[in-house]
């Protein structure tokens, strides 16, 4: 997969205004704090495909960038610290749920937690939708250049240790600041990406072409 070639497609408010041709996407969640565009930013090798807002929890989109042949990564907002009213932070949270729960191209879903305060409340929401969901969940524990190589490792097994139990949960270290992890995130990423051949070819297929089959 070339994530350096991915773009922006377009921004969705809600579930049904999300693009109808995805074939495969993964959602990159996290609080408004935890680097999620940097991690976005680093993966896809582009200083600016996802903003970098120094307000977060800015975003209040979904927004959508295209990979290849109906792939997508997708931004989620972020959640936590943003300066909203209650009720739009209740909006988000219920269309995060809306597009984790029902949206049937979702293959997996990439969590980005500060490795300086892992698994808070948010985090835990999201894995617990997740398990729910039967949805494969990645955890990238963000800025680990925050800490010395071997308080990190320390997190990392803490972590796991906790997550053992449930088998579609996986972490790892990160860091966009020095590009740790980087093609251990793609490679994750490349596993759920991956769309059999036929399915493609079926989807390229115009409706005569379907009807003459």
């Known amino acids: 997969m070339n994530y350096n070639q991915a773009q922006f497609v377009t921004s969705a408010a809600t579930l ?4 109808d041709d995805s074939l495969a996407e993964v959602a990159f969640a996290g609080r408004s704090n935890a680097g999620k565009s ?4 680093t993966i896809t090798g582009q200083n600016r ?4 807002s120094k307000t977060p929890g800015r975003t209040q989109l979904i927004n959508f960038f ?4 109906g792939r997508h990564l997708v931004d989620l907002p972020g959640y936590g610290f943003a300066k909203v009213p209650l009720k739009v ?15 049937d191209a979702l293959v997996g879903l990439i969590l980005l937690s500060d490795i300086r305060h ?7 929401m999201m894995i617990d939708w997740a398990v729910q969901s039967n949805l494969p969940l990645h955890i990238l524990l963000t800025k680990s250049d925050k800490l010395k190589r071997g308080a990190a490792q320390n997190v990392l097994l803490e972590v796991r240790r906790e997550l053992a139990p449930l088998s579609n949960v996986s972490v790892q270290l990160f860091s966009s600041l020095k590009n740790v992890g980087v093609d251990e995130a793609r490679a994750k990423l490349d596993e759920w990406l991956a769309v059999p051949a036929n399915v493609i070819e079926e989807i390229g297929q115009t409706d005569e072409e379907k009807v003459s089959d």
């Open 16 to 19: 049904s205004a999300c693009p």
């Open 38 to 41: 940097s991690a976005i930013n």
């Open 66 to 69: 295209a990979l290849d042949e």
């Open 89 to 103: 932070k209740d909006k988000w949270q219920k269309e995060l749920e809306r597009y984790l729960r029902q949206r």
């Open 49 to 52: 495909l996802a903003r970098i």
């Open 118 to 124: 892992p698994l808070k409340e948010f985090d835990r």
